[in-house]
């Protein structure tokens, strides 16, 4: 069975430092991994996805994420807080290959930057 | 391109009440998902159609939740009756058709969610 964890459910940096949301998941094969934000009042948004290509991946908004088999995790971070940053993050978690497959989610991080 | 829409964006009834909440997807994208989150939980899915089939409905709490896709286009989600466990955000996402290219390469397309109450 596939799971996903988020360490953290609430996360606190300034402007300018640096964004570290952790994400562990197990799956007894090869996942497709998830980085998904929302914005108040918006749906779920993805921000980047790693899909067994590089396994540094880049997304919008000036975030990345690596994944690292070893450590079965997939952590997304990103240089420079802005305060436009600020929302809730979730990762995600499908089995491999083409098809139809749901997404299981961990429980998010909440984000905070404060000036 | 209009996104997921998904109505009403908030609900509040009471314990033993009916309610339907409704998903529009993306024109044209053959799957719609539903999924749930309940409170400081995680996002859970509940059920996937492709057109107006069923694909997966492994997620549905109980009985008392009822999903249609008639004529493959917009979806509702009915609870009834409601309890107050089934208080959350409803969410619904739809992807294009597979047709040979893995849905990987669209990913989802989520609504706003409905925040459904059950005082």
């Known amino acids: 069975a596939q799971s996903v964890t988020q360490l953290g459910s609430h996360v606190s940096v300034s402007e300018g430092a640096l964004v570290l949301l952790r994400c562990n998941y197990s799956?007894?094969?090869?996942?497709?991994l998830f980085w998904y934000v929302q914005y108040p009042n918006q749906g779920l948004q993805l921000l980047l996805k790693y899909t067994s290509a590089a396994t540094l991946v880049k997304g919008i908004n000036g975030f990345e994420a690596e994944f690292k088999k070893s450590e079965t995790s997939f952590h997304l971070t990103k240089p420079s807080a802005h305060m436009s940053d600020a929302a809730e993050y979730f990762c995600a978690v499908s089995k491999g290959s083409g098809g139809y497959n749901k997404l299981i989610f961990g429980a998010g991080t909440r984000l905070a930057v404060h000036p | 391109e209009a996104g997921v829409t998904q109505f009403p964006s908030h609900s509040v009834i009471e314990k033993g009440q009916t309610v339907t909440l409704r998903c529009d997807p993306i024109?044209?994208?053959?799957?719609l998902y539903w999924y749930r989150r309940v409170m400081g939980k995680e996002i859970k899915f509940l059920l996937h159609?492709?057109?107006?089939?069923?694909?997966?409905e492994s997620g549905m709490p109980n009985n008392r939740f009822l999903a249609e896709r008639t004529g493959g286009t917009y979806s509702t989600l009915k609870v009834q009756p409601a309890e107050l466990e089934d208080s959350g955000v409803y969410f619904c996402?739809?992807?294009?058709?597979?047709?040979?290219?893995?849905?990987?390469?669209?990913?989802?397309?989520f609504g706003s969610g409905t925040r459904l109450t059950v005082v």
């Open positions: 799956s007894s094969v090869p996942p497709y």
């Open positions: 024109s044209g994208h053959d799957n």
């Open positions: 159609f492709v057109k107006e089939s069923k694909q997966d």
């Open positions: 996402a739809s992807s294009p058709a597979n047709e040979g290219i893995p849905w990987i390469g669209y990913g989802y397309t």
